[in-house]
């Protein structure tokens, strides 16, 4: 995602009232462009006797008019980060969720800087973060676990819209462009090479491997999610994505999980293709970013009202 662009001021319109009870002339005022309302819903989650999942109810754990997005569960699963963008400012940061005691606490706050899709670093002192600095470069950072001593890492890449860790070292990344390509880079030695062209923005670690799954858009709108070897660069088809979908998520037995519209489709290597599992209907939910817990004891849900 661009994130500079939800900085950008646009034209609002306000319509004050007039005495006698006639309206005033619209008048204009600018404000910040903010993205799409969305919050994160939380349910259990467990398994059938065919291995498919089942959910439990879905509580809105974020429950705020606005921009909640982006969660990442903690690697004990007690809760996850997300992040939170001001209604007001556009001012997007980085917030964590706790279940029990629920408790939601402010993790960054480095205005006129904005952080997104927190992460957590593979030695677990911290969080990697996407940074839109004051002048507008979208570059990977790494914070301490209570948002401080920033550092950026590999600071000659950018865009940078999104990414996951492979070991210690080693990131995958989607990089904006003309085509958005799949990047993966060394942190140490700050080699960079592109793996793929014309890709989508979820990026995974496959249960059971040390390889990483990610989309690959093709010209007739559908796509294919692939699996990557970062020991060596190659790549390999898994299964086509649900209607040309991006957002997909893995369950710790390797259950494959992706949502289009209001309906969550399940698929295993052994399955008949993908099966749906759950439908939002009737709660107006239309399904974008999925996260499990490292247990996979809970699934976080981004959902938009329809």
């Known amino acids: 995602m661009n994130y500079q662009k939800w900085g950008v001021l646009a034209l609002a319109v306000v319509v004050a009232a007039c005495a006698g009870g006639e309206e005033a002339e619209p008048t204009v005022a600018a404000g910040p462009t903010l993205p799409p309302g969305t919050d994160v819903f939380l349910a259990t989650l467990s398994v059938d006797a065919q291995g498919m999942p089942e959910m439990g109810a879905l509580d809105n754990a974020t429950n705020r008019a606005g921009y909640d997005n982006q969660p990442y569960f903690t690697p004990d699963g007690s809760g996850f980060w997300y992040t939170v963008v001001d209604d007001h400012t556009g001012q997007a940061d980085i917030y964590r969720y706790d279940m029990e005691p629920e408790t939601v606490a402010q993790i960054t706050s480095t205005n006129p800087e904005s952080e997104y899709s927190a992460t957590p670093l593979p030695d677990g002192s911290g969080l990697s973060v996407i940074r839109v600095e004051a002048d ?17 890492l590999l600071p000659e890449l950018a865009p940078v819209g999104y990414h996951k860790w492979a070991d210690d070292q080693t990131l995958v990344m989607f990089v904006l462009g003309s085509p958005a390509t799949l990047r993966m880079g060394n942190v140490n030695t700050g080699a960079v090479e592109t793996i793929a062209e014309s890709v989508g923005r979820s990026i995974h670690l496959i249960p059971g491997s040390a390889d990483l799954s990610f989309v690959q858009r093709h010209e007739d709108g559908s796509s294919t999610i692939m699996r990557l070897d970062p020991m060596t660069g190659t790549v390999e088809s898994i299964v086509d994505a649900v209607d040309g979908g991006d957002f997909h998520a893995w369950t710790p037995a390797g259950v494959l999980l992706q ?36 247990t996979g004891g809970h699934i976080a849900i981004v959902g938009e009202a329809n």
Request: overall charge negative.
């Open 136 to 152: 507008s470069l979208q570059r990977l950072w790494r914070l301490d676990a209570d948002g401080s001593n920033g550092e950026v």
């Open 259 to 294: 949502g289009n519209e209001t309906k969550l489709f399940a698929w295993t290597a052994d399955s008949d293709g993908w099966q749906e599992v759950a439908d939002f209907a009737d709660q107006r939910i239309a399904i974008s970013r999925l996260a499990v817990s490292p």
